[in-house]
C-alpha cells in the first residue's frame, strides 16, 4: 500500500530536532511528512521544566512541543504519529520509508532524527520493578511519589533538574553518582544543592533492586571502598544517558561505536539526499537548543540539495 504523493522531504521522528525541520523546511515550500514512531514531542515532552530556551520564559516541554508542532502545521507540514517503521529505503533516488501496516511513503529527501531513550542501568532487578518503583520520566511519574523518599540515578543535567523537579512531590531525594564530581552545568548543581530536600551519596552504584510486587530497597556500592550496602527506598528514578534509536538504521546509514549517526557540518550522512538531526547524531551536547540548531541546519541543507 504505497502513497501516490512523492514528498519533497520525509523528516523520522517528531522532536525538537524533527519539529524545527518541518518548520523550516514548510515555510520553504518543500512537501513535507514528518512520520513519528511515538507522541509528538520526543524526549523534550518528558522535561518538567524548561528555563533556558531563549526568547521564552520558563515553561515545560509539553507546552513548546505544541508550539513547534502547530507551527510545523500552520506552514503546511504534514504529520502522522504513533505509528512504526519497518524499513528504509534510502540509496536511491526516490526514498521510501515502510511501516509495519504496510504503508510505504516516498520522498527525494530525508532528515532522520529519530532521537534516543533512556539508558537502562542494566542490573537485577530493573526489569522487574520497572513501573512498579522504577522510572525514567519525572514529568510522567513524579506525582505518583507525593510524599515518598526517592533516588535519583545520575550526575548531568537531567538528573540534576530533574531531582529538583522531584522535591515538588518528595519528602527527600538522594541523588547517586558514581564519580565525585557532577557533569551538569553549574547552575543545575547549584540548585540542587540549595534544596534542602536533596542529599548526596556521590562515587557509588546501585547494584541491584529488591521488593515484592513494587521496589522497597536497593543495594549500592561505594566505589572506592568496594562496600556494599543496602537503602530501604520508595521509588528510584534513572537519568544515566540515552541510548540513539538507530538500531534500524544500522545497514544503512553509517554509525559510530556508540550507534550515533555519523553527519558533515551541513547535517550530511554518508547517504546522498539523507541528513540527520538531534539526540541521534554524534555530538557533544544535548539540549533543546542544540536541537533546534540541527534541524534547523539539516533543513537547510535539504533545500539547497534539491534546489541544486
Request: glycine letters at 10%.
Amino acid at each position: 500500500m504505497s502513497s501516490e504523493e512523492i514528498f519533497d522531504l520525509i523528516i523520522v521522528g517528531g522532536g525538537a530536532a524533527g519539529l524545527t525541520a518541518g518548520i523550516y523546511s514548510s515555510r520553504a515550500h518543500l512537501s513535507t511528512l514528518i512520520l513519528n514512531e511515538g507522541a509528538i514531542g520526543g524526549q523534550m515532552v518528558l522535561t518538567d521544566e524548561i528555563a533556558n530556551y531563549p526568547g521564552v520564559e520558563k515553561t515545560n516541554g509539553y507546552l513548546l512541543a505544541s508550539i513547534m508542532k502547530n507551527q510545523a502545521k500552520q506552514f503546511g507540514c504534514k504529520i502522522k504519529s504513533n505509528l512504526k517503521i519497518q524499513a528504509y529505503y534510502l540509496e536511491e533516488k526516490i526514498k521510501r520509508v515502510v511501516l509495519e501496516d504496510g504503508r510505504e511513503f516516498r520522498s527525494r529527501s530525508v532528515i532522520l532524527s529519530p532521537g534516543g531513550r533512556p539508558r537502562p542501568l542494566q542490573i537485577p532487578g530493573e526489569e522487574q520493578y520497572k513501573g512498579s518503583g522504577i522510572s525514567y520520566c519525572a514529568t510522567c511519574d513524579g506525582e505518583f511519589f507525593t510524599g515518598k523518599e526517592l533516588i535519583v540515578v545520575g550526575g548531568g543535567n537531567s538528573a540534576l533538574e530533574e531531582a529538583v523537579a522531584l522535591t515538588t512531590y518528595a519528602k527527600k531525594v538522594t541523588i547517586v553518582h558514581q564519580f565525585d564530581h557532577f557533569q551538569a552545568f553549574q547552575h543545575a548543581v547549584n540548585q540542587a544543592k540549595m534544596n534542602p530536600k536533596i542529599e548526596f551519596i556521590m562515587e557509588s552504584e546501585l547494584r541491584s533492586f529488591h521488593g515484592n510486587s513494587v521496589l522497597q530497597e536497593v543495594s549500592m556500592e561505594h566505589l572506592p571502598s568496594g562496600l556494599i550496602t543496602t537503602k530501604k527506598i520508595d521509588g528510584v528514578f534513572i537519568f544515566a544517558g540515552y541510548i540513539p534509536n538507530t538500531a534500524d538504521l544500522e545497514k544503512t546509514i553509517a554509525l559510530n561505536q556508540r550507534k550515533e549517526i555519523i553527519v558533515d557540518s551541513d547535517m550530511k550522512t554518508n547517504i546522498p539526499g539523507v541528513f540527520a538531526a538531534g539526540d541521534c547524531i554524534a555530538k557533544k551536547y544535548r539540549q533543546v537548543t542544540t536541537a533546534v540548531a540541527d534541524g534547523t541546519i539539516a533543513s537547510l541543507s535539504a533545500v539547497e540539495h534539491l534546489r541544486s
